[in-house]
């Protein structure tokens, strides 16, 4: 028997209420994230050896790996950036141009990596609103709209993955059943947010949202952008890989982004370090990769995400630098 979507949104907005009382959470999240982290370091630092590791990663060409990283996320940023601009066309300002978008998109989306569930992409919003490029409301309606199509996306990944190896299915039998629990929540919140009534006045920016993105074609749009973001995510990592002489067929890498991005989402710390590493090791051992090569593979997928975070950084300097220089022409003028 369904359940009408009055009612549904009932369940969902009560439920919601109770799971985000801010001391609560706060603590709950603390507590789960010192519990992860604690183990993952345990087990990396103490039970493993990574002199080993550290060799076959110093024998890597950095300079090539890094500039092949940095042109895959400038594809990846413009990508997003696009994405963004889709999800936000009906609300966004006319002067809201795409190279103002990339900017920003740049900035946030890369330093996101490292802030817990990447939460700081939010920031994007407060930024835009600041430039007078969007109102608050129907930015943090796309957000939600984006990070609910992401996390769908990631949860899919590992299910593909699953279904096109056998051999995974095989090695992980838990892992299909995790990843069908965790994407139907996903699928019922997305549900909620694009097909339901809102019921609530402060639940007006559902329908806020709607207008703009409500269209079937837009979102095949959206989602067809989703895929090739997570594709390009996946072509940096097996770059990484490659550069140690790591050979792992393209889905099962894309297997390994979508579990290791999981389990990093839902550990709450920043950049899942630790459990992310101590995901990334197992998962390349228990695929058939020598324990030393695995170690290694560990390490030098982290050279993507510095990579990133020097992208965002960069952009974010020259930003500052054009605002400093906006300010002092408009203060000469006067």
């Known amino acids: 028997m369904l359940i009408p979507s009055r009612q549904l949104n009932k369940i969902v907005h ?7 009382q801010p001391k609560a959470s706060k603590l709950v999240a603390m507590l789960v994230a010192t519990f992860l982290l604690t183990i993952s ?3 990396l630092m103490i039970q493993l050896e990574w002199q080993e590791a550290m060799a076959n990663v110093r024998n890597s060409n950095f300079g090539l790996l890094i500039t092949a990283l ?4 400038f594809g990846y940023i413009c990508v997003r950036t696009w994405r963004w601009r889709e999800v936000l066309d009906w609300h966004a300002k006319p002067n809201a141009s795409l190279v103002k978008l990339y900017w920003i998109s740049a900035i ?9 569930g990447q939460a700081g992409e939010i920031l994007k919003v407060e930024l ?3 430039e007078s490029l969007l109102e608050r409301l129907p930015g943090l309606g796309g957000v939600l709209v984006e990070r609910l199509l992401d996390y769908l996306a990631v949860t899919g990944l590992v299910c593909i993955g699953l279904v096109l190896d056998f051999g995974l299915v095989e090695r992980f039998r838990g892992i299909a059943m995790l990843a069908v629990l965790i994407i139907m929540p996903a699928l019922l919140i997305f549900y909620c947010l694009v097909r339901s009534t809102p019921i609530a006045p402060n639940w007006h920016w559902l329908e806020v949202m709607r207008t703009g993105t409500g269209s079937p074609k837009r979102w095949l749009k959206i989602a067809a952008a989703t895929i090739l973001t997570w594709g390009l995510i996946g072509l940096s990592w097996q770059v990484c890989l490659l550069a140690i002489g790591l050979h792992l067929p393209y889905h099962r890498v894309l297997w390994l982004v979508g579990l290791i991005t999981i389990g990093s989402l839902l550990s709450f710390i920043p950049g899942g370090i630790g459990v992310a590493d101590y995901l990334a090791v197992t998962s390349l051992i228990n695929l058939g990769i020598p324990v030393a090569s695995a170690q290694a593979g560990a390490l030098i997928i982290r050279a993507y995400t510095l990579t990133v975070l020097a992208f965002g950084l960069i952009h974010l ?3 500052f630098l054009y605002k400093t220089w906006i300010r002092s022409s408009l203060a000469s003028n006067l």
């Open 14 to 20: 009560s439920c919601w209420n109770k799971i985000t």
């Open 41 to 43: 370091l345990w087990h």
């Open 70 to 73: 940095l042109l895959i996320h």
């Open 108 to 116: 946030v989306n890369s330093l996101a990596i490292i802030t817990p």
């Open 128 to 130: 835009l609103k600041r």
């Open 317 to 319: 300097l020259f930003w």
